[in-house]
């Protein structure tokens, strides 16, 4: 077997490119058919217009094909960071593409064949240096005995608008929700595939916007039918509390410990509902189809005050405290079955405050930057967080890849007005007293019944 090659290539000459031109078929036949008009007589100026033609032309595509071309540039990248290796003679091996790469616009799929001594491991080992050699992102896989390699090529946009974003293409899913633009162009998930989020970095790094701009977008594209909001904000309640007045909304806005225990009780006595009725069907005719239940959404802005927060000598708030965290687990660990989902928001991503049970169970993490590669590490094991550039909303998705994107901005004055334009007027949060329950407000219900799930 061969041993690895890690000494860096330099790049080919230009000698050497004239070399393997020289090699291909086409070039020849491009000089036999220059020679064959000459020997039919054709005046001398066409013949070599026709040779130099033929040959630029030739010359210019096997060029693309060898040095500029994506498989090109990847293969000299992956030689010069070592993923290659020397047979007993001291021939030098490369990974050889298998088939032709398959292309969906900017991206491609391309399958190499990797030299002896050289594994999935080492190529994952050094992905980050080809990438930034290649500059695109790249999803490695192994195959049947190949490498697959899909290279994300996408310009990563400084500023994503919601209008912009909301306004193109979607995907098909049961209860879409946008994440921004990456390398792989728009980037969704899926709640029902992926039904429990964690979001976490430091502060200003966009964690409250993202949350502003889900909510909002799932306030006006899914009718109170279809969804219902669980909102609790443990930072004072001022980010989420427009929020309250929204027919989805299932409760005021829970911005205590006390008020969130209650809540998240609410939420599990509801899900134990869902899941005896489940039972029921199974045992009745063997079936454990959903029922037609409204999906609910749980989110919490900074879980870390349900699990770390020092409450000192109040019993009622710790035991609330205490509840409240049990209750996350439970529901993270339960309601995917019952269309109970689970957004989770911390700026303190670190062991304490995002236990283990809980983060076993949220499947999928949007990590913004974080001060540290430990912090990193707790999201998306891997310090790939504290590298990020310090640009307000560039963030990383991981579920089955991770991959880096650029959040949507909303406004909290644009999240207003859309709410206001789906929904109608509502009561201004800074000048009344405690949240009215949608149920109980009449001004904010329609006269169609069934749009609300009455």
Same mark, same amino acid.
């Given at each position: ?97 298998? #088939? ?99 979001? #976490?970095?430091? &502060? ?11 909510? &909002? ?128 928001? &911390? ?16 499947? #999928? ?90």
């Amino acid at each position: 077997m061969g041993t690895k090659f890690t000494t860096q290539r330099s790049a080919q000459g230009l000698g050497e490119m004239l070399g393997r031109l020289l090699l291909e078929p086409a070039i020849w036949a491009a000089i036999g058919a220059a020679g064959g008009a000459a020997w039919l007589g054709w005046p001398r100026i066409l013949v070599v217009s026709a040779a130099l033609l033929a040959g630029a032309v030739v010359g210019s595509l096997r060029l693309e094909a060898l040095h500029w071309s994506i498989p090109a540039r990847l293969r000299r990248a992956m030689v010069e960071v070592g993923l290659c290796s020397r047979d007993r003679s001291g021939r030098l091996q490369e990974p050889r593409l298998r #088939g032709r790469p398959v292309r969906v616009g900017r991206n491609a799929r391309l399958r190499w064949k990797l030299p002896p001594g050289v594994t999935l491991a080492d190529v994952l080992g050094r992905q980050a240096a080809i990438e930034g050699r290649c500059d695109c992102a790249l999803s490695c896989w192994e195959e049947r005995g190949a490498l697959v390699m899909e290279v994300l090529r996408h310009r990563i946009p400084e500023h994503v608008q919601f209008s912009d974003f909301y306004g193109g293409a979607r995907p098909h899913g049961q209860l879409l929700l946008g994440l921004g633009m990456g390398r792989r162009g728009a980037l969704w998930v899926d709640l029902d595939s992926c039904p429990h989020v964690l979001v #976490g970095g430091m &502060t200003g790094g966009g964690k409250s916007v993202f949350l502003r701009q889900a909510c &909002t977008f799932l306030a006006t594209e899914y009718s109170p039918s279809q969804l219902r909001l669980c909102l609790l904000d443990l930072k004072g309640g001022t980010e989420l509390a427009q929020f309250s007045y929204l027919p989805h909304a299932m409760a005021p806005v829970a911005d205590s410990v006390l008020a969130a225990a209650d809540l998240l009780t609410k939420v599990r006595q509801e899900l134990d509902r869902r899941l005896a009725e489940v039972r029921r069907s199974v045992e009745a005719d063997g079936s454990a189809a959903r029922q037609d239940w409204p999906r609910i959404l749980v989110v919490v802005d900074e879980v870390a005050e349900l699990t770390v927060r020092d409450l000192g000598d109040d019993r009622a708030a710790r035991a609330a405290q205490q509840a409240a965290t049990g209750r996350l687990a439970e529901i993270a660990r339960l309601g995917r079955a019952v269309g109970v989902h689970l957004v989770c928001c &911390t700026q303190r991503p670190d062991a304490d405050a995002i236990p283990g049970q809980l983060k076993a169970n949220l499947s #999928g993490t949007v990590a913004f930057r974080v001060r540290a590669a430990v912090n990193s590490w707790i999201l998306l094991d891997s310090e790939g967080a504290a590298l990020l550039p310090p640009h307000p909303g560039r963030g990383l998705w991981s579920h089955e890849t991770v991959e880096e994107f650029q959040a949507i901005d909303c406004s909290m004055e644009e999240s207003r007005s859309r709410l206001l334009a789906r929904w109608g007027s509502r009561p201004d949060p800074a000048t009344t007293g405690p949240v009215t329950p949608w149920w109980q407000n009449t001004d904010l219900i329609s006269n169609d019944p069934e749009e609300h799930g009455s």
